[in-house]
């Protein structure tokens, strides 16, 4: 920051050629420093003596390969320590709720409706453009502008009292690290929620995140979806204030007391 700058200019300007200035470098990494992690956030809470209402905890972190699942892991061990110390800790005052930012590219329910949209977009297409994805379809050997599919749900007759689909929204090309993680934090979700305690985990659009745009293919694909109305691309900063206020109206809406009738 800068009151850190001010001091090294100050160093520069009077002080001796061998003074040395000692940084502590900030964060932690979760993957080595976990178990510490979690002490650390139980012993903040404990010792606030506003004995906050609720705690929110948001685990974000990514990283590329298999790795990703390690860090879920640890970020799932922090999730379970804080939760036991902390839930309906103060005397009940004080609640854990949890946040995640779940993905597109994973499997889950779509309500119906959002099924026959799809169904109605795919037949609604012009015949060139029909003819143009066949012939992309079989170059590809089905791997390229194959349609989910997902109205045949519908279609079979073993769905009618119900009022969601299952959607496999799976990417090949982000590898089973990236679904067993995401699956991982969904389940959590659903365990969490099941015992009562408060969950917003909505899904975050396709956004150009780092990880995304230094891969080729995948920022191709993130860039040829928007051919495909009504999906849009987000940049980094428009998403973020979009999840944040998303994440906030969910928690401010829902409470410890109210449980969704949805069946998932």
């Known amino acids: 920051?800068?009151?850190?700058?001010?001091?090294?200019?100050?160093?520069?300007?009077?002080?001796?050629?061998?003074?040395?200035?000692?940084?502590?470098?900030?964060?932690?990494?979760?993957?080595?420093?976990?178990p510490q992690i979690a002490q650390w956030i139980v012993r903040?809470?404990?010792?606030?003596?506003?004995?906050?209402?609720?705690?929110?905890?948001?685990?974000?972190?990514?990283?590329?390969?298999?790795?990703?699942?390690?860090?879920?892991?640890?970020?799932?061990?922090?999730?379970?320590?804080?939760?036991?110390?902390?839930?309906?800790?103060?005397?009940?005052?004080?609640?854990?709720?949890?946040?995640?930012?779940?993905?597109?590219?994973?499997?889950?329910?779509i309500p119906k409706d959002a099924a026959l949209d799809a169904k109605g977009r795919y037949q609604s297409q012009g015949s060139g453009a029909t003819v143009l994805s066949q012939l992309v379809r079989m170059a590809s050997f089905g791997q390229w502008l194959s349609p989910s599919d997902i109205w045949e749900q519908l279609d079979d007759g073993k769905n009618k009292e119900d009022s969601f689909v299952v959607y496999n929204g799976l990417v090949p090309m982000q590898g089973p690290n990236y679904a067993l993680a995401k699956t991982m934090q969904q389940w959590r979700c659903f365990v969490a929620a099941d015992e009562g305690m408060q969950v917003a985990a909505p899904h975050a659009p396709a956004t150009r995140t780092n990880s995304v745009t230094h891969s080729p293919e995948a920022l191709a694909g993130l860039e040829g979806l928007q051919y495909f109305p009504p999906m849009v691309s987000f940049d980094v900063l428009p998403c973020s204030s979009l999840m944040t206020a998303i994440v906030l109206n969910l928690l401010n809406q829902n409470s410890n007391d109210h449980k969704s009738g949805h069946p998932m």
């Open 1 to 34: 920051g800068k009151r850190t700058q001010d001091l090294l200019d100050w160093f520069q300007i009077h002080g001796s050629s061998s003074a040395t200035l000692s940084l502590i470098e900030g964060g932690a990494d979760m993957l080595k420093q976990g």
């Open 44 to 109: 903040t809470v404990q010792t606030n003596k506003d004995k906050p209402k609720q705690v929110v905890v948001l685990p974000l972190i990514y990283m590329d390969g298999e790795a990703n699942v390690r860090v879920t892991v640890a970020m799932d061990a922090v999730v379970n320590h804080v939760t036991e110390k902390l839930h309906n800790s103060h005397g009940g005052q004080t609640k854990v709720a949890l946040a995640y930012l779940t993905s597109p590219t994973t499997c889950y329910t």
